[in-house]
Structures are given as C-alpha cells and as structure tokens.
C-alpha cells in the first residue's frame, strides 16, 4: 500500500507541530522548511482542521497548532481518516471487482489480513512516538531552544 501524497504530507505537518509546541507555527514556515507547495500544504492543514488534530488560528500573529495532546493521536486513526482507498487489490475496493477469481481464492482474505495488520501496527504508535527523538527533529527542523524557526520567523 502507498500512502498519497496528502497523507505524507499531514504526517509531517503533525509532526512539525509536535516539536514546536511553544507557539503557533504557519504554513508559510512550514512550506519553506519542508521545500512543499504552500497551497498543497494548506490544503493538508484545512483536512487536519476539519478532522480535529489541528487548530488554525487567523490574522496577522495566526497559525497552527496541535488540537489534541500527541500522546492521543494515533497514527492508523489518522491515516484511516486521510485515505480514501485502502483496498490492496481490487477485490478489496468499493467497486465491483472484474476478477473472474474473486470469491473463490485466498488472496482477497490474505490481503485483507495484511491491510489489517498495516493499520493494527499503525495503531500502536502515537504521534509522541514518532517525535520523542525530539532534539533531533528540532535540529533538523532548525527550531532553536526558544522555538523559533531560524531564518523563517523573521521572513514569515
């Protein structure tokens, strides 16, 4: 299974949140620090309002931030709710299969078995987790000890 581009994307924003909890981050900084279109990305960052994992803030000193705490965001939660089709095979999708095998052989159910196992391990991570190497994601995302985005809070 790939993920679409959305959902990456989504992932990185929570992310990004995630390690600069000190202070509301905009799509503009995050566009620049992530080298992402800043109409895609907010594109992503309206899906995340919509959904309740992240909160926007208007005007002049808005931006965005995490709408829950890390540790309840699981990460086959949001994935679920950012893709449309999670189907590995046909037989698996919304609409009629054409497989002139469907419903008589195993691969439907051993598909279906590992989309399961894909998201139960998903399950099992927490945005906290994927950020607790947290100095390092700071680094790369060049946040200093204050918070700010070196270079892009000044040009935001």
Do not use: W
Not at 20 to 31: C, G, N, Q, S, Y
């Amino acid at each position: 299974m790939r993920l679409t581009s959305h959902t990456d994307f989504a992932l990185r924003l929570l992310m990004s949140l995630a390690v600069v909890e000190e202070r509301l981050v905009t799509i503009e900084e995050l566009a620049k620090r992530h080298g992402l279109s800043r109409n895609h990305l907010m594109k992503v960052a309206q899906t995340l309002v919509s959904l309740g994992y992240v909160t926007g803030v208007r005007g002049r000193a808005g931006g965005l931030k995490l709408a829950r705490p890390v540790s309840s965001i699981r990460m086959g939660e949001v994935v679920r709710a950012l893709e449309d089709d999670t189907a590995l095979v046909e037989c698996l999708g919304d609409s009629p299969s054409t497989c002139i095998l469907s419903g008589a052989c195993m691969l439907t159910r051993t598909m279906d078995r590992a989309r399961e196992a894909f998201f139960a391990s998903l399950d099992e991570v927490t945005l906290a987790d994927l950020v607790a190497p947290r100095l390092a994601l700071r680094q790369r995302l060049g946040i200093s000890s204050q918070g700010d985005l070196r270079g892009l809070a000044a040009t935001a």
